[in-house]
């Protein structure tokens, strides 16, 4: 059972970075099987996706450094389109960092725009939570 709640762990967490990764598979397959604990898994998979988060925060706290660079992957005109959109709607778009495709970046742009941790991780963790539960939700057997 401990190579279930890990392999949800590096799926939760590979999912939340830059990676094209997936975690909803996962962890309604291990719903299904029954021989897990719905509250460890909720747990498991919100934890490894803020951590994931809070390496695309990291990431955004150093692009900076290398945004002049030939090989990086952003151009500055779309570096400064992302800062815009965050200085417009600011910390709130962190309740959509659980959406695929935008969500991931949002995260990254949080950090380049400076958005303080405590406030990073409130957001996220609320974002990721009802990701997960809804997931779990529409997977019971109650639907």
Do not use: C
């Amino acid at each position: 059972m401990l190579v279930g709640y890990l392999g949800l762990f590096v799926a939760a967490f590979g999912a939340a970075t830059l990676l094209p990764l997936q975690s909803e598979a996962v962890l309604v397959g291990l719903l299904l099987s029954g021989q897990y604990s719905l509250w460890w898994l909720l747990g498991i998979a919100t934890l490894g996706n803020v951590l994931g988060s809070l390496v695309n925060w990291l990431l955004g706290r150093w692009v900076d450094h290398f945004k002049a660079r030939r090989w990086f992957p952003v151009s500055a005109r779309q570096l400064d389109k992302a800062r815009g959109h965050y200085a417009r709607w600011g910390h709130w778009t962190l309740l959509l960092s659980w959406v695929p495709i935008i969500g991931d970046p949002l995260t990254l742009v949080a950090g380049v725009m400076r958005e303080p941790l405590w406030r990073f991780l409130l957001m996220v963790s609320i974002a990721k939570t009802a990701r997960y539960g809804l997931v779990a939700y529409l997977t019971g057997p109650w639907t």
